[in-house]
Each structure stands twice: as C-alpha cells, then as structure tokens.
C-alpha cells in the first residue's frame, strides 16, 4: 500500500534500494513515512552523485556533510526533528544494505551517546499526567476562551472555542489519534437529522493507524460539549463554506494532479521515485 519504488532511465526498479522500500513496507511502516523516507533517499542520491559518489562509495564525512546541506543549506531546511528522521532512513537503509551485502556497514561511527548522524536530541517525552483541574484550566482557558475565574476572556485570540473545547474532550475521551479524530464526521456520531445521541460507538478503518479498523467508544461527556458547538457555531462554518464553494465553481477554474514523483540525477544515472497503487 503506497510502497515507493525507485525506477532508472529506463523505468527499471534500481536494486536493491526498492527491495528495501519493499521489505520496510512488509514490516508495517505506515504510507506517510514511507513517502517520506523516499525523498530522503532522493535527496541523498542526488547530493552523492553531484559528487561523483554512490552510497558504496560514501564516507562519514559525506554523510555528515548531507547533514549540514539538509539542515544549514538547503532551499528548504529542516530542524531537528525531521532531519532525525532523515537519519532514521538512512540509517535503516545502510543497515539493510549491509545485511545484502551491498555495503560493509554503516559509513558513520558510533558515539558515546549513540549515532553521530542524530541532532543529539533526546525524544523521550517525559510525561507529567495533569489533574483533573490543570486539564479543566488547558482546555477551557487555553481553547475555550475563558478566563481562569470562569469569565469570558475578551481578548482570546483563538477560533471557534466551542468546537476547540468539544475537539479537546473527544481527544481525551476516546483515546483517538488526531488524524482519526480531526476525520470525524457527523453521521459517525450519530448525530444527523437533528438527533442527539446520549453516547456513541465510532467503528475507524481508513483513518486508523496502519488502517486497522477498531470501534472507539465517545461518553456522554465528549457528546455533551459537541451540543454548544452544533448549536452555536457550526451553521456559521457551513453557510460560509457554502458561500465559498459557490464562488470557486463560478469564478475558479482548479486543477489538480495526482501521484508524487521526485528525481535525482549524476554521474551513476538518473532516478524517478513512484508510489505503486494503493
């Protein structure tokens, strides 16, 4: 589903990097990353070749210098973040030619702290649960609007703080991912034609994580706050959607296109990156 494949001048897959797009697909990498790891693989195809090298031929001093171009020089930099996900690609993709025997190993070192090729970052989260109130303060003073002594906030510069507040309390109450939740729509909550449903049971599928289909229970709390939403603020949202749709089909003229395709071209040859069906 949505597995790249890198293809020659001639449309040929290139071996064994679409083997590996192959092989990380099996193992359950979502679509997302896989695309994403795919331009990361262009980028440093493209940065080798513009030096007469290849990924055999690549030292530690290449890499890092991939690093610097990705993060410093590039038209488009990166932060922290996405460049260590760009290491996690091509870490995962020199430990997979070494496994081949494509290559001896991986051309950077080790450090005492881990791998040289990372920003160094500690992702480890630490996580500090909130009370009851410290969540009841985050979501109606940060989202909703409110000021802490329950008034309202007249200089709140934010959007919609009914739906805000009901987005915040779907999150936590179901559990919900946010590209499951931010999908949802109406009729999946039962509330269509006027009704409203005391709870609800959510069944995901293309929406969930690796598009396994679960069920998600929604509580009375979560179905009570969509009820200010619904009432106050969602007519506003479509009669001005509406409108907008109406001028886009008289006075627009949109053209859209499909698939994604990226390309590296040096010494060793020219690659197309594509996405086969799915």
């Given at each position: 589903m949505g597995?790249?494949?890198?293809?020659?001048?001639?449309?040929?897959?290139?071996?064994p990097l679409s083997s590996w797009f192959r092989v990380i697909g099996q193992q359950g990498l979502d679509a997302k990353t896989m695309r994403a790891y795919a331009y990361t693989v262009l980028m440093l195809l493209n940065?080798?070749?513009?030096?007469?090298?290849?990924l055999r031929l690549a030292t530690e001093n290449d890499v890092l210098e991939f690093r610097r171009w990705r993060r410093e020089d590039a038209e488009e930099t990166v932060g922290e973040a996405t460049w260590d996900r760009d290491a996690a690609a091509t870490g995962g993709l020199y430990d997979y030619l070494a496994q081949v025997g494509y290559v001896s190993g991986r051309p950077w070192r080790m450090t005492g702290r881990g791998e040289s090729l990372g920003s160094g970052v500690s992702r480890d989260p630490r996580v500090r649960h909130m009370e009851l109130d410290q969540y009841l303060f985050f979501r109606d003073v940060g989202f909703g609007g409110l000021e802490p002594g329950g008034g309202l906030d007249l200089g709140f510069r934010g959007w919609r703080p009914h739906r805000n507040r009901s987005a915040v309390e779907l999150a936590l109450m179901t559990g919900m991912r946010i590209?499951?939740?931010?999908?949802?729509?109406?009729?999946?909550?039962?509330?269509?034609?006027?009704?409203?449903?005391?709870?609800?049971d959510v069944d995901l599928a293309a929406c969930a994580k690796y598009g396994r289909p679960r069920s998600?229970?929604?509580?009375?709390d979560a179905m009570e706050l969509l009820e200010a939403y619904l009432l106050l603020e969602r007519p506003g949202i479509v009669a001005t959607a509406q409108r907008s749709a109406r001028c886009g089909a008289r006075?627009?003229?949109?053209?859209?296109?499909?698939?994604?395709?990226g390309t590296a071209s040096g010494s060793a040859g020219s690659w197309r990156a594509s996405r086969s069906p799915g």
């Open positions: 597995t790249p494949i890198l293809l020659d001048e001639a449309m040929r897959p290139v071996e940065f080798l070749a513009a030096r007469g090298l290849d590209q499951e939740w931010s999908t949802l729509l109406l009729p999946e909550l039962g509330l269509l034609g006027g009704r409203r449903p005391a709870v609800a998600v229970y929604v509580p009375r006075c627009a003229t949109c053209s859209w296109s499909s698939g994604s395709t």
